[in-house]
């Protein structure tokens, strides 16, 4: 296994390491967890978490896009 770099395969938030989208991309498959940067829409979660982690995201993006203007 490759070594993470720490700011593009990770970072840490609130003394927890947070993977991001590309490490995620570069596994290449959901791991059903739940990720935060999941970038495969949850697939291997199961119900009812998959769609209460997809109905979270989609409202935080809508506060980010709130937020910009």
């Known amino acids: 296994m490759a070594q993470l770099t720490e700011g593009v395969d990770f970072y840490y938030e609130n003394g927890f390491m947070v993977l991001t989208e590309k490490f995620h991309l570069d596994k290449g498959y959901c791991c059903g967890n739940g990720c935060r940067h999941c970038p495969f829409n949850y697939e291997a979660v199961p119900e ?6 997809i109905a979270q995201r989609k ?3 809508a506060q980010d896009s709130d937020e910009e203007r």
Not at 48 to 53: A, I, K, T, W
């Open 59 to 61: 409202e935080q993006q």
């Open 48 to 53: 009812p978490r998959r769609s209460n982690l």
